[in-house]
């Protein structure tokens, strides 16, 4: 276990995966959706397979004992992938960020409705707080819904972007599903593999001949996204999930950066507020975990025999 490494890889995964998406936001102009998630996707792949065997995982990569979770936690993850990115179209990036939040808390719900997990008050106070944070960043967009055609589709952005946190929590309960029988690496592997596959079915909808720079910042894009979830999943390998999440927030002050120096974007107070209530929560939550964790290790070693 190497802490310092583990949080490195967790905020240099963050940062690629923030220039991932301001690189999806600059070509969204020119592309769809679906085929934005196909570039993402398909060029995610060799990044993938050359880190499977530089690890010595690529059996364990390409070993599968359930493709039909693989399937369909490749069509939850896709469909919230292709949301996101739609948002990205119609929103400033910190915003899309922002509402993106929502899926980790949602994650908490959806585990106790659909996996049986235990939700004490604690989280559900959390929970609570987090899509109240939501809901004040939401609201100046579905104020907006009787306004003029710029804002009504700004709000129908905020509305695509949450709908992507939902299938991105869904996403998770399959992953955790999965996990049970499957190696990471196999998750990681087909994930890609299926959305790549799966965004070819929106090619009826509009899919462009792009121009060179817009192919160029696509290809780059799933490039990065590969880069991005090989530090992600190698930063696990070197702390504790409580130690490294709380760094995922930092892609908040990224994406105010980068919106400010390449979009001309200037979040809203409301914004910001709303912001800070999902932050808190969420990183409530993740502490809440990490004393869970302890209380059941010490549990653990008091019930070994000792001598």
Same mark, same amino acid.
């Not at 990224?254 to 809203?268: I, K, S």
């Given at each position: 276990?190497?802490?310092?490494?583990?949080?490195? +890889?967790?905020?240099?995964?963050?940062?690629?995966?923030?220039?991932?998406?301001?690189?999806?936001?600059?070509?969204?102009?020119?592309? @769809?959706?679906?085929?934005?998630?196909?570039?993402?996707?398909?060029?995610?792949?060799?990044?993938?397979?050359?880190?499977?065997?530089? $690890?010595?995982?690529?059996?364990? #990569?390409?070993?599968?004992?359930?493709?039909?979770?693989?399937?369909?936690?490749?069509?939850?993850?896709?469909?919230?992938?292709?949301?996101?990115?739609?948002? +990205?179209?119609?929103?400033?990036?910190?915003?899309?960020?922002?509402?993106?939040?929502?899926?980790?808390?949602?994650?908490?719900?959806?585990?106790?409705?659909?996996?049986?997990?235990?939700?004490?008050?604690?989280?559900?106070?959390?929970?609570?707080?987090?899509?109240?944070?939501?809901?004040?960043?939401?609201? @100046?967009?579905?104020?907006?819904?009787?306004?003029?055609?710029?804002?009504?589709?700004?709000?129908? #952005?905020?509305?695509?972007?949450?709908? #992507?946190?939902?299938?991105?929590?869904?996403?998770?309960?399959?992953?955790?599903? +999965?996990?049970?029988?499957?190696? $990471?690496?196999?998750?990681?592997?087909?994930?890609?593999?299926?959305?790549?596959?799966?965004?070819?079915?929106?090619?009826?909808?509009?899919?462009?001949?792009?121009?060179?720079? $817009?192919?160029?910042?696509?290809?780059?894009?799933?490039?990065?996204?590969?880069?991005?979830?090989?530090?992600?999943?190698?930063?696990?390998?070197?702390?504790?999930?409580?130690?490294?999440?709380?760094?995922?927030?930092?892609?908040?002050?990224?994406?105010?950066?980068?919106?400010?120096?390449?979009?001309?974007?200037? @979040?809203? +107070? $409301?914004?910001?507020?709303?912001?800070?209530?999902?932050?808190?929560?969420?990183?409530?939550?993740?502490?809440?975990?990490?004393?869970?964790?302890?209380?059941?290790?010490?549990?653990?070693?008091?019930?070994? @025999?000792?001598?």
């Amino acid at each position: 276990m190497n802490p310092i490494r583990g949080i490195l +890889l967790k905020v240099l995964s963050v940062t690629v995966f923030v220039a991932m998406a301001a690189l999806i936001k600059a070509a969204r102009g020119e592309v @769809p959706p679906g085929q934005a998630v196909f570039f993402r996707s398909a060029f995610a792949v060799p990044v993938i397979l050359v880190w499977l065997i530089a $690890t010595r995982k690529l059996g364990q #990569g390409l070993a599968t004992r359930n493709p039909l979770g693989h399937f369909w936690r490749a069509v939850v993850g896709t469909t919230a992938m292709a949301c996101g990115f739609a948002g +990205l179209g119609l929103l400033p990036l910190p915003e899309v960020t922002a509402i993106g939040y929502a899926a980790p808390l949602l994650t908490v719900v959806f585990a106790a409705m659909f996996l049986g997990e235990q939700v004490r008050a604690f989280r559900i106070f959390a929970v609570v707080l987090g899509l109240a944070g939501v809901l004040i960043i939401l609201s @100046p967009r579905l104020t907006a819904l009787q306004g003029g055609h710029m804002e009504a589709t700004e709000a129908l #952005g905020a509305m695509i972007v949450f709908t #992507g946190a939902v299938f991105a929590a869904l996403a998770q309960i399959f992953v955790r599903k +999965l996990v049970a029988e499957e190696t $990471t690496s196999a998750i990681v592997f087909w994930f890609s593999v299926n959305a790549a596959l799966l965004s070819l079915v929106t090619l009826p909808w509009g899919w462009v001949i792009p121009t060179p720079e $817009t192919a160029a910042k696509l290809v780059a894009a799933g490039v990065l996204g590969g880069f991005g979830q090989v530090f992600l999943t190698s930063s696990y390998r070197h702390a504790d999930a409580s130690v490294i999440a709380p760094f995922e927030y930092v892609s908040m002050l990224l994406a105010l950066a980068v919106g400010y120096a390449f979009f001309d974007e200037v @979040p809203t +107070l $409301t914004v910001l507020a709303g912001a800070a209530l999902v932050v808190a929560a969420g990183i409530l939550i993740i502490w809440r975990e990490h004393r869970l964790g302890l209380e059941r290790k010490r549990q653990r070693q008091s019930m070994t @025999p000792q001598g």
